[in-house]
């Protein structure tokens, strides 16, 4: 039975979405084709199908995690473009730290199995992290001092998303609700004061 080019991509978005929450949960290592398969309700010939293997599945969910917090970004700056910033840092560190470990953000939940990933991956990565600095970057408040230059904006954008990165990984890490509450509230309050004009 052949099947509409609309339902492949329909199935491959699909595997893409349910791969992004399997490697999310259980790591690269601990996500077997067969959980991948499950979660995303297809055989391992419709997964093979879309990926030639476990690593090319992963690369693109890595990537469309990547695109996702990017896409969410440029949303709000968008719809909120005085006070995007606050909004995105409050949202990182409340629900993205809080929800299931299947939909939290890819930077900190991902970062770590890319650094053990091929060549390809890694690469790839670092391409689409350049585009989300650059972006991150533009949407920065003006410092009050003309002639910021673009690697100091570039700099804040770094900072910035390792601060929310690393504060969501300490956070998700710790055992003690209250002590996740005040590194969220710590990382936060940092986070904030950082990206302020004159900083």
């Known amino acids: 039975m052949r099947y509409s080019a609309e339902h492949k991509q329909e199935t491959r978005t699909r595997?893409?979405?349910?791969?992004?929450?399997?490697?999310?949960?259980e790591g690269y290592g601990g996500a077997g084709i067969?959980?991948?398969?499950?979660?995303?309700?297809?055989?391992?010939g419709a997964f093979y199908g879309h990926f030639?293997?476990?690593g090319e599945a992963f690369r693109t969910a890595?990537?469309?995690?990547?695109?996702?917090?990017?896409?969410?970004?440029?949303?709000?700056?968008?719809?909120?473009?005085?006070?995007?910033?606050?909004?995105?840092?409050?949202?990182?560190?409340?629900?993205?730290?809080?929800?299931?470990?299947?939909?939290s953000c890819a930077l900190p939940s991902l970062s770590p199995d890319v650094m053990r990933a091929d060549d390809e991956t890694r690469s790839a990565y670092t391409a689409e992290i350049k585009r989300l600095v650059e972006d991150?970057?533009?949407?920065?408040?003006?410092?009050k001092t003309q002639g910021q230059?673009?690697?100091?904006?570039?700099?804040?954008?770094?900072l910035l998303l390792a601060m929310l990165s690393g504060g969501v990984t300490l956070a998700r890490a710790v055992s003690d609700p209250a002590l996740s509450e005040r590194i969220a509230d710590v990382v936060t309050q940092a986070a904030l004061t950082a990206m302020e004009p004159g900083n």
């Not at 067969?34 to 309700?41: E, N, S």
């Not at 230059?149 to 770094?158: T, Y």
């Open 149 to 158: 230059s673009e690697r100091r904006r570039g700099d804040q954008a770094i």
């Open 136 to 143: 991150v970057a533009a949407g920065l408040p003006e410092q």
């Open 52 to 54: 030639k293997s476990k």
């Open 62 to 103: 890595v990537l469309t995690g990547l695109e996702e917090l990017r896409r969410g970004i440029a949303e709000l700056k968008a719809n909120q473009p005085k006070d995007w910033l606050a909004t995105f840092v409050g949202y990182y560190l409340g629900y993205k730290r809080t929800c299931e470990l299947g939909e």
């Open 34 to 44: 067969d959980a991948l398969t499950k979660a995303a309700g297809v055989t391992n």
């Open 15 to 25: 595997v893409i979405a349910a791969a992004g929450q399997v490697f999310r949960k």
